[in-house]
């Protein structure tokens, strides 16, 4: 058969198409993103005791990790699955665009919501705490949060690859969601508070969330930035690589 | 005319897997230019599998799909651009409204959708009063004349339409074959699905059925009763002496109700 002219969009312009539905969406659910947020305002604002105790990088680390995982599991994930189920991903793939630019698009908006997040934590650490960072300190934190948010984002990839159905998928990224704040309230406090339980900190500190709050604490504070802080940051990235490789492979555009 | 040219789908010994489950099975059909085709089957037969892979939803084992000339394998967004897509149950993201849904697929389509452009189209589909309403909160035949004008919205060279008028009013079904016609009008091929007979005869110029993943005849209405009418299975299920579609339907899909 001949083939009849046929011209297909730029993928500059389905990019900048997607970004804008995909932003409007993010503000017209303005109210989840602020959920989100509040909880590390709220570690920031209560944990004012630990700053004498343990510093302000370990506030702020620990509440801006606890506001990745809300974004990666709570945010990324339950949208995904929402989505997938509502048959929205089909409607889009039947279009002219490259898949991966649906999924870039989604990321994209929730590196926002980290950048976002980082930002509050630390206007909100200076304004309960008056934790105050090197300049330098501030701007590769920005950076490695976005790092550690990757890794949250991989998981959420995972579990919503590995479930189809979306409440499933909701019950488990809150039940994981809750395991990493208690692993890290509880098990990073208790580990800073009662030094019999230093083993529990030993622990904590090589699962995702405490690789992620070792390297956001050490870009805090680059001058405390140590041999464990560079194992943090690759096994981070090891993470990130594993949960996207299986999030990948698992996911399915539709739950039929 | 060249008739390589005149065919805008070309479906070749197409095959389609789920896991060890044979959906279709070396299923070949064309859809010529300006022609609607409907694709008949009682449910789990094979069709929405067909369309699926023909809208490069699904992977086919074996077999070619081409799409105004594109083969969809090789050339998956060229096919793409070539045709307009209304699925089975299709759902826009929630929290945009109905104008910014038009603006977002018409930019996947590469179009411009001035603010002018777009009052022009939704009044031309009774929603100019609705735009700033969520596709959510749109009647059954609203979402369904959002839908079909987002499936349009760039002139496709085809259109695949899966069971379109399931759920509608007769009133928004009428409308709905016109707007069909009129697609068919404009020389573009149409291919749709549905459970209805009586659409299937009011709409299409030649339609197949298939069952159990083959298709067991491709001819026009009229010709497949023709064909049929004489037959005993036929004669067995007919009402009230006059034989239909639906009649030839039922004998050669049987009797048993499926999924």
């Known amino acids: 058969m001949n083939q009849m002219e046929i011209a297909i969009p730029k993928t500059s312009a389905v990019m900048k198409a997607l970004l804008k539905a995909d932003y409007t969406t993010l503000w017209r659910n303005r109210r989840a993103v602020i959920l989100v947020i509040l909880v590390p305002m709220i570690i920031v604002f209560s944990w004012k005791g630990f700053v004498r105790i343990a510093g302000g990088a370990f506030v702020l680390s620990n509440a801006i990790t606890l506001g990745l995982v809300a974004i990666g599991l709570m945010g990324y994930t339950n949208s995904i699955a929402r989505d997938r189920d509502k048959g929205v991903f089909q409607r889009l793939r039947v279009t002219p665009l490259p898949l991966w630019a649906i999924m870039a698009s989604r990321l994209l908006v929730q590196l ?41 984002l991989a998981l959420g990839q995972a579990i919503v690859g590995r479930i189809q159905n979306a409440e499933t998928v909701n019950s488990t990224s809150r039940l994981i969601y809750f395991a990493f704040i208690m692993v890290g309230i509880f098990g990073e406090a208790i580990s800073v508070a009662e030094p019999e339980m230093k083993w529990l900190g030993s622990i904590v500190t090589w699962t995702p969330y405490g690789t992620v709050k070792d390297i956001l604490a050490g870009s805090l504070e680059l001058s405390k930035w140590t041999s464990h802080t560079t194992q943090a940051l690759l096994l981070t990235i090891g993470y990130t690589i594993v949960f996207a490789t299986l999030g990948i492979k698992w996911f399915k555009w539709s739950t039929k | 005319m060249d008739t390589q040219l005149t065919n805008i789908l070309q479906v070749d010994d197409l095959n389609v897997f789920y896991d060890s489950f044979q959906a279709v099975k070396d299923v070949s059909f064309h859809v010529k230019q300006g022609e609607i085709f409907g694709l008949l089957g009682p449910n789990g037969a094979g069709k929405t599998s067909t ?11 074996s077999g070619t799909v081409t799409v105004a000339g594109y083969d969809t394998l090789k050339h998956p967004l060229h096919a793409k651009a070539a045709m307009g897509v209304q699925l089975q149950a299709t759902s826009f993201q929630p929290e945009l409204n109905v104008s910014e849904i038009l603006e977002l697929y018409a930019s996947l389509y590469g179009l ?9 189209l939704l009044k031309e589909i009774n929603l100019a009063e609705a735009e700033n309403k969520r596709f959510g909160q749109l009647s059954g035949g609203q979402q369904q004349r959002v839908s079909l004008a987002i499936t349009t919205i760039h002139d496709p060279k085809l259109v695949l339409l899966d069971e379109p008028t399931s759920g509608l009013d007769p009133q928004s079904r009428r409308r709905l074959w016109s707007r069909i016609d009129a697609i068919r009008e404009k020389g573009h091929g149409v291919v749709l699905t549905t459970h ?64």
């Open chain 2, 112 to 120: 411009d959708l001035t603010r002018e452009k777009l009052q022009k």
């Open chain 1, 112 to 152: 926002s919501v980290i950048m976002i997040l980082t930002l509050v934590v630390f206007i909100s650490g200076y304004q309960f705490d008056h934790i105050s960072m090197p300049l330098a300190g501030y701007v590769v934190t920005l950076l490695t949060s976005i790092i550690g948010g990757a890794v949250y």
């Open chain 2, 51 to 61: 369309l699926s892979a023909v809208e490069g939803l699904i992977k086919q084992q």
């Open chain 2, 196 to 259: 209805s007979m009586e659409e299937a005869e009011a709409v299409c110029d030649r339609i197949s059925i298939i069952d159990h993943g083959r298709i067991i005849e491709t001819d026009t209405p009229q010709a497949l009763i023709d064909k049929h009418r004489d037959d005993l299975a036929v004669i067995a299920v007919s009402r009230r002496g006059k034989v239909t579609l639906e009649d030839v339907f039922i004998a050669l899909t049987g009797l048993d109700i499926r999924g």
